[in-house]
């Protein structure tokens, strides 16, 4: 567990001193920081619980639209209307887990995609509350401590600091009596009843810290972004995403997220530019590749090895 | 000795079909419950009404002079009950400290001290050496025994062992039956399904016979098994 710590200790390093290496390349860091994050995030349900969502985007939608329409309409500061945001994504997340949790597997998958759907609907149709199909622009936004929240360079340390926070809450789950509740109940439901765990409110439990978590980096997306449209930000395209940057970087794993993140948002700026036309194809070749051969993710698959080898030559002699 | 685990009148029906009619048990504290029957009989089935896996239709349930009929499984778990599965049900992905882990957090929620525990139970069934290894890689045997050790880290004071014996090799047997001997010495109740006979003898206290979803005869292990509607449930009448 102390690697892991040093791991991080040292990326928060280099993340700190990232801007004044590469000043022109903050967008893309911004966006591998949010991705990062929200598959951290999503990885707490979708692989330390096993209950995989499809319906990410409505939390990253929740806590994005709370800052816009704050700041927009209400002029409500964006540091409150992110707090309002994670209380009503932990609340949404508690509804929504009470309403599917007695769903298994694909089915609740299903689920979670119908609900999301609802919530870009609402965004699309609920011009009052929303601004509607044509989005919410942020004009204003205040200045903390002479902070100009739309200069890059700002965006880039919000980001950076959501993803630490996702990182460093993940890594004080994985080896708590919550991490490993949370692990049971992946593995097998009954036999976590049968150590006196209660199932329902253990995946409850990481649907809310799941959902806060991914709001916070949707609040600093809309900032980010300073203009959100609910056929982005609602799209059942982001959830996707999300999940497989997970999926690909390896579930139930400290750093699986953060590696998925890396390589999807790196290899799609590179692709992008070197073969612009051919850039969904490589995207695609490559979740084939790591479905096929590495179905435990980039991360999960070594390790699990790693594991499996140690052991063996240990019992050899 | 008061009572440990106590049912009256337990009836299960899936549908129209009665797996489980109106049995009733009474255990002692620190004693041995045998629970045999043809394949059918419904023992399962009962296991599972009696550890709130399945929800009987009727009847009620004590533990320790509480009424538990309606407790979910794992609230049974947190007020004394601690069963294993026919089917061995590790937690694959984890170590075999860890799946012991798992259920010493109950007791203990504290890191440190629950580690300390798990590690106790291990070395209880034999399996510290192997504390590190994944739990996907063990044999039947072993597995049995994490399973054991698993179900004895909730630190039950009633324990339901679902055919711990079957497929075990004769040393193999011989060493689970000495375990759970041992288990009784501190007072902890056992209701035992088994079809290994040797194992029925040797431990119960008590011993009751199902045959379709009924209790056909109860007493003590040698004078049951010679009782002739034993051998026809098991033999059928010719």
Not at chain 1, 253 to 267: D, E, K, N, Q, R
Request: glycine letters at 10%; one cysteine or more.
């Amino acid at each position: 567990m102390k690697k892991h710590y040093i791991i991080f200790a040292g990326l928060v390093m280099v993340g700190i001193l990232y801007p004044q290496m590469f000043p022109g390349y903050l967008s893309v860091a911004i966006t591998l920081l949010l991705y990062a994050g929200w598959a951290t995030a999503w990885d707490i349900l979708g692989g330390w619980a096993g209950q995989v969502s499809l319906g990410h985007a409505s939390f990253v939608g929740l806590g994005a639209y709370f800052v816009a329409v704050g700041t927009a309409h209400h002029e409500i500061a964006p540091w409150w209307s992110i707090l309002m945001a994670l209380v009503a994504a932990a609340m949404l997340a508690y509804l929504w887990g009470r309403l599917t949790f007695k769903l298994k597997g694909p089915y609740f998958t299903l689920s979670t995609i119908a609900i999301a759907e609802i919530f870009r609907l609402i965004a699309i149709n609920e011009g009052w509350l929303t601004g509607g199909a044509t989005g919410v622009f942020i004009m204003t936004l205040p200045e903390p401590f002479g902070l100009d929240l739309f200069s890059r360079q700002v965006n880039y340390y919000l980001a950076l600091a959501f993803a630490a926070i996702t990182v460093l809450v993940v890594m004080l789950i994985s080896c708590s009596k919550f991490g490993y509740q949370l692990r049971a109940v992946r593995e097998d439901e009954d036999s976590a009843m049968a150590s006196g765990i209660n199932p329902t409110t253990v995946k409850l439990k990481a649907f809310m810290l799941s959902g806060a978590l991914t709001a916070l980096g949707g609040g600093i997306y809309a900032i980010f972004l300073s203009f959100i449209e609910p056929h982005i930000i609602f799209y059942l395209l982001l959830s996707v995403q999300i999940a497989l940057t997970a999926i690909i970087g390896g579930r139930g794993t400290i750093w699986g997220p953060c590696v998925g993140a890396l390589l999807i948002v790196g290899s799609g700026e590179i692709f992008r530019t070197t073969f612009a036309e051919a850039n969904m194809l490589i995207y695609g070749l490559l979740i084939m590749v790591v479905v096929i051969f590495m179905p435990r993710g980039i991360v999960g698959e070594p390790a699990r090895y790693l594991i499996r080898r140690v052991y063996a030559k240990r019992a050899q002699g | 000795m008061p009572s440990a685990l106590k049912a009256d009148g337990i009836t299960v029906s899936f549908g129209g079909v009665v797996a489980v009619n109106d049995v009733s048990l009474d255990v002692e504290q620190g004693k041995i419950l045998g629970l045999i029957g043809p394949n059918g009989a419904g023992k399962t089935t009962l296991f599972n009404a009696l550890t709130g896996f399945v929800t009987p239709q009727a009847g009620r349930i004590y533990l320790h002079g509480n009424e538990i009929t309606r407790l979910p499984p794992y609230m049974r778990t947190r007020v004394g009950i601690g069963r294993t599965f026919q089917t061995e049900r590790p937690f694959e992905e984890l170590t075999l400290l860890e799946n012991v882990l798992v259920a010493a957090f109950l007791k203990e929620p504290k890191r440190k001290k629950a580690e300390q525990l798990a590690m106790d139970v291990l070395e209880k069934v034999g399996l510290a050496d192997r504390y590190d290894q994944p739990a996907l890689d063990l044999n039947l045997a072993r597995r049995r025994r994490l399973e054991l050790a698993k179900a004895l880290a909730v630190q039950p004071s009633v324990l339901f062992l679902d055919e711990m014996m079957a497929g075990l090799n004769p040393p193999a047997l011989k060493e689970m039956i000495e375990f759970v001997r041992r288990l009784t010495d501190q007072n902890l109740t056992i209701v035992m399904v088994e079809h290994i006979m040797e194992a029925i003898i040797e431990l119960s206290d008590h011993v009751i016979v199902m045959a379709n979803g009924s209790v056909i005869t109860e007493g003590l292990p040698r004078d049951v098994i010679e009782d002739p509607r034993v051998i026809t449930a098991y033999l059928g009448e010719d």
